[in-house]
């Protein structure tokens, strides 16, 4: 056999269903995006009228200022507590295998049970929260409230995995840069903002571009802890795409292009983030 | 490879490729016929149901010598395995739908098989939904059901409150007076519920005089349905319904039934199918009551339909086998052993004997033979399951006051518009 095939032969297999799974469905789905079908059978063209559709819609537009809002928040928050957590969790502490457990047993959570037990504890007649709080807060009925809660239980879903990367990041940075900076007079604030920081760029850099996507294509635990409401307030786009996928009135091809819209967002912020990484590298 | 090999392959290739990515095109005609007699039938359940049609489908083998493969679905998925299967012409023979616009170009006529025995025997609301253009029998109507209020008798007679006469129906007045004044007398949250749904608000508005939609015409007026919203709102705001359920369920479902059985509210408005499950699962005694009258009585019907594929390589059996299903014999035993109510003419005008609470039964029957034709149409219009889900929303804007019951009326006149034509 010729060496120089070999490499290749190995990664075919993964290659052919990379390519049936991912990038035959991605490729297909543009051209959707340019018919109209309300049956998945038969097609329309319509050229890039699912996309002026959509543009023009005040629903596609407020799905987009709730998911600006819900990723923004959702990155920020996950980047700076994954960071913390994993200090904590890279400290040592007694027990501290046990905490690493519980910090990551959220995410061995179905999203679905994640969305119906924090839609029990914020209900606001009869939820642990309020019970707690011996309050009357409208956690699910206040749109604002709401989003606020959907960015919590999103955060407290996906947190043990982000710190979990941060925590092999910092594990992964020689002791030796600490002990030169110890000698050198260096106090735990300047060898965290000095050392650990810089060292950290690249695993938080995928922690940032992972929980973009991720905050993004938010839906499951949404859709089962408010289902999108109260009156829209937390439909974000991947709901909105849903909707128009399988919810009646069908419009498979406007689904589509709300998808490819999407994709070419979270492409672009992507290489925006690996650009910008590079450039202060 | 030689090069003159090459390019035809490769030509091939982009031929191949150019048409698996471009979407595919209307099915064809009619599919040659199977010699066996295996049926698959795709069916989701309700839950009463399964045993019952279970049952019903073994008699149906028994005496055809067919076979019936009953592929149980969650419902959740229905219309999206049907397309795929109908995109991977692997339609089944025989389905259990709530829809028909998304298949309707699919549909066989059942007519061609079993003319007689299903032609003009079911309800007539439901006869422009099942009619093809050239008159053909698309579906069958199998299970009906109805829309109405469900009380706590105990609260009632606790509060001295004297129960609705199933003969005479109250007025939406009285429904609320006597709802207010149980709730005071037991201290419950709430006075009245309603589901969280398009489809249970339609009583309402029915009851108000209009219905969304008829066929593919918009209906709704939009004065009384300003009227039906206003007092909706209203009696949100004062407390005597539970606002945070319909802002708290966002676009999904929701039922009210939890509240009902916490006994937190005596009067529940929701529909049939809560009868076999409050017969097991309610601690205290209630009783269905009639719909509220206001500019006219009765409810807002729903149901199922049976049909079959002009894919399907088993039609002139998958035919018999929905007639055989929907014979007034097999429809009144599926009614007598899930608590359904019949689509069948007969049955509806003779009754059905039920088993369990057949009083309760009896008052939801009696509500299908008060309720107003157009509302049939309404329901079973290619536009109302979208208008219906519309009109969720447009509720909750007016419960956060974000738009006013004049703005939600017609908000949701402009969705009907919207969902009413099939695109």
């Excluded at chain 1, 991912?22 to 329309?44: C, E, H, K, L």
């Excluded at chain 2, 795709?42 to 489908?57: H, M, N, Q, S």
């Excluded at chain 2, 419902?75 to 309707?104: C, H, I, K, M, W």
Aim: glycine share 8%; aromatic share 10%.
């Amino acid at each position: 056999m010729n060496i120089t095939l070999a490499p290749y032969l190995f990664v075919l297999p993964n290659m052919l269903i990379f390519g049936i799974f991912t990038i035959w469905p991605a490729i297909n789905n543009v051209t959707i995006s340019m018919y109209d079908s309300t049956n998945g059978r038969t097609f329309t063209y319509a050229g890039t009228g699912n996309y002026t559709e959509l543009v023009n819609s005040a629903d596609f537009w407020a799905a987009a200022r709730a998911t600006v809002i819900f990723a923004s928040c959702f990155v920020v928050l996950c980047t700076a507590a994954a960071v913390g957590l994993a200090l904590l969790l890279d400290a040592r502490l007694r027990g501290r295998g046990v905490f690493r457990a519980i910090v990551f047993l959220p995410v061995l959570l179905s999203p679905v049970v994640v969305g119906l037990i924090w839609g029990w504890i914020f209900d606001r007649r009869n939820g642990l929260a309020n019970t707690l709080l011996g309050a009357d807060i409208p956690w699910l009925v206040d749109g604002r409230l709401a989003m606020a809660v959907v960015i919590f239980v999103g955060l407290w879903t996906h947190l043990g995995f982000y710190a979990l990367i941060i925590l092999a990041g910092l594990q992964g940075i020689d002791p030796n840069h600490h002990a030169a900076a110890m000698i050198d007079g260096a106090s735990a604030w300047q060898r965290f903002r000095y050392v650990t920081l810089p060292l950290l760029r690249p695993t938080t850099l995928v922690v940032i571009i992972l929980s973009m996507i991720a905050g993004f294509q938010a839906f499951d635990f949404i859709w089962t802890l408010t289902g999108g409401g109260p009156v829209g307030a937390t439909t974000l786009m991947v709901q909105y795409i849903y909707q128009n996928a399988f919810q009646s009135p069908i419009r498979y091809g406007l689904a589509a292009a709300g998808s490819v819209i999407l994709f070419c967002t979270l492409f672009g912020l992507t290489l925006l983030n690996v650009l910008n990484d590079r450039r202060h590298a | 490879m030689s090069r003159s090999a090459r390019k035809p392959l490769l030509a091939l290739l982009a031929v191949l490729t150019l048409t698996a990515c471009a979407p595919g095109g209307p099915d064809g005609g009619d599919t040659g016929q199977a010699e066996d007699r295996n049926l698959t039938y795709v069916y989701f359940t309700d839950g009463p149901d399964e045993a019952a049609t279970r049952a019903l489908i073994a008699d149906f083998e028994k005496a055809s010598g067919a076979t019936v493969n009953l592929q149980v679905v969650p419902f959740a998925n229905l219309e999206q395995q049907l397309q795929a299967r109908l995109s991977g012409g692997n339609a089944p023979d025989v389905a259990r739908l709530t829809e028909l616009t998304p298949f309707r170009a699919d549909l066989l006529d059942l007519g061609r098989f079993q003319q007689d025995a299903l032609a003009g025997q079911f309800v007539e609301g439901a006869t422009p939904a099942i009619t093809g253009p050239g008159g053909e029998l698309l579906a069958v109507p199998s299970d009906l059901t109805m829309n109405g209020p469900i009380i706590n008798v105990a609260q009632f007679t606790k509060a001295g409150v004297a129960l609705p006469d199933p003969a005479k129906p109250w007025t939406w007045a009285q429904m609320i007076e006597a709802a207010q004044a149980v709730q005071r007398a037991n201290g419950t949250e709430f006075a009245l519920a309603m589901d969280v749904s398009g489809h249970r608000f339609a009583t309402m508005l029915s009851q108000y005089g209009t219905t969304y939609l008829n066929g593919e015409t918009v209906t709704l007026d939009t004065a009384r349905a300003t009227a039906a919203i206003t007092e909706f709102a209203r009696l949100h705001e004062t407390g005597a319904m539970p606002r945070d359920l319909w802002l708290q369920a966002g676009t999904k479902y929701k039922a009210a039934n939890e509240i009902f059985l916490a006994q937190q509210v005596p009067v529940y408005i929701s529909g049939n199918w809560q009868v076999s499950a409050f017969a097991k699962s309610a601690g205290f005694e209630w009783r269905v009551a009639p719909n509220p009258c206001g500019e006219r009585c009765g409810g807002f019907p729903g149901g199922k339909f049976m049909a079959s594929f002009r894919q399907s390589a088993h039609q002139e059996l998958a035919a018999e086998f929905i007639a055989f299903m929907n014979s007034a014999e097999s429809q009144r035993r599926l009614c007598r052993e899930a608590a359904f109510l019949p689509t069948r003419r007969d049955l509806i005008a003779s009754g059905v004997d039920y088993p369990s609470r057949p009083q309760d039964m009896g008052v939801f029957l009696e509500e299908v033979r008060r309720t107003p034709p157009d509302t049939f149409a309404a329901n079973y219009s290619p536009g109302f399951g979208a208008t219906a889900r519309a009109t969720v929303t447009a509720l909750a804007t007016v419960l956060t006051g974000d738009q006013t019951p004049e703005q939600a009326a017609r908000t949701i006149r402009d969705e009907a518009q919207k969902a009413a034509v099939p695109r």
